[in-house]
């Protein structure tokens, strides 16, 4: 019985790794899209957003579903709750990853994008890809190490996401407000997409120390 | 023992209805402080933020309890993860009152928003200040009728948001790209608030049905 029990935890977390890979590749995607104002891989992020809700449904039902039938406690309660927390952040990670991609569509044929920020979103998709992916590896190790890696990079995209606030801002900003406002949209997407992974090996590390993490957000415009 | 138990899990609805008056209280006074360029008030908002980050901590602990110690099923189950949910929403609603409360504070003396766009959001802020307190009661009375008024009150936000980016990229905008960057990204806090007020109150009436809620976030930009 708890050997079984122990085995649907382990794939419950699984999943959950499963969630991050595929939020990382829709932003993946995404950036790609917005970046080579490509309508069919905007069109293929859009129409794969429902599979990642679903898996979020899933891991969801599947954590009630131990909740109620085992009655975990201690560590294990503390990992189905966690996986809970982190499915709910990556889904609107996923959310995130949509909305990047329904700009490149809005905008089509055009670019989204004036040419001269194009390469700091470049970096930011790298920056936040690269996140997701830590995600997943922080999801399936619990290194606290790992966890604490993800803060240097979501500072990385903080920097990269201040910087565009003054490029649009500049005086010699010749692309007028339209644009201005789709950057600042689209950064804000990125930023937040990063402070979500950031929560989710918070959340997945703190399940092995057993201390609540800090619910001050770092976020901030 | 069941008796004490039922006692702990209404307080623990009532924890979470205080909090919604709370998040109503931080963004009714921070749309003042931002409408009328109220140092005062702002930053009364930003110090009053750490309050609601704790009374969202001492509701997770006491859902963590509940089920650590008396491993609730069926309804019970549901309710404690329910609260769970929205105390994360209504943490965010917090923070989203706390960036309105800080734009306020950046541009003082200044006005953060140039005054042809004001009444949007003052209308915006009796808004979403409404659905908050809406989400106050549907926490108390599960109430699906009155969940359902929620996404009513939650239109009109998302049409006034709309109609803001018609102003804004307007040709005759003579406020340039810095305030078009500000109303954009204050547009956006007060439309995510509703949207998180709106989840608050479906977690809370999906307790009675038993049904997950739909995960599709109608909110789009």
Known sequence: MREAYHVELEQLAGNLAGMSVQVANAMEKATRALLGADLALAEQVIGDDAKIDDIRAECEEQAYALLALQAPVATDL???LAVIHAAESLERMGDLALHVAKAARRRHPEHALPEPVRPYFAEMGDAVVKLALRA???IKSRDVEAARS???ED???DDIHRHLFSVIMAKDWEFGVPAAVDVTLLGRFYERYADHAVS???RMVFVATGK???YGSAEDI
């Open 200 to 202: 989710v090996a918070k």
């Open 212 to 214: 609540m993490p800090g």
């Open 136 to 138: 997943e590896e922080v």
């Open 78 to 80: 503390r990992t189905v």
């Open 155 to 157: 500072d990385k995209v």
């Open 150 to 152: 993800l803060e240097a």
